[in-house]
Nanobody, 122 residues
Framework: QLQLVESGGGSVHPGGSLRLACAASGRTFNRYAMGWFRQAPGKEREFITAISWSGGMTRSADSVKGRFIISRDNAKNTGYLQMNSLKPEDTAVYLC???????????????WGQGTQVTVSS
């Protein structure tokens, strides 16, 4: 099995930055693609960005392009989401996931963390 734990969430003013981390354990992490999703109250889970197992391929939603950067450090079994120029509409629970390939579909990721809250407000 693969266990994922997110960290780094919190409250920030508009225009601020946060870096989320997704720590993996229990199984080899470097052969899994990693994705980030978010879910706000009353809304469906939304794809944010994903990265291949090697780090050579990434895909991001239009809403975060130019602001959010996904990366991974397989030696540390950890993935990251650097979030810059945060907006109030970015407020949500952010979840990391691992699966066999980069995908925008949440059902294709069998492993999930519990999520970390990000709140952007003035």
């Amino acid at each position: 099995q693969l266990q994922l734990v997110e960290s780094g969430g919190g409250s920030v003013h508009p225009g601020g930055s946060l870096r989320l981390a997704c720590a993996a354990s229990g199984r080899t992490f470097n052969r899994y693609a990693m994705g980030w999703f978010r879910q706000a109250p009353g809304k469906e889970r939304e794809f944010i960005t994903a990265i291949s197992w090697s780090g050579g391929m990434t895909r991001s939603a239009d809403s975060v392009k130019g602001r959010f950067i996904i990366s991974r450090d397989n030696a540390k079994n950890t993935g990251y989401l650097q979030m810059n120029s945060l907006k109030p509409e970015d407020t949500a629970v952010y979840l990391c996931a691992a699966g066999g390939m980069v995908s925008t579909t949440s059902s294709l990721y069998p492993y999930w963390g519990q999520g970390t809250q990000v709140t952007v407000s003035s």
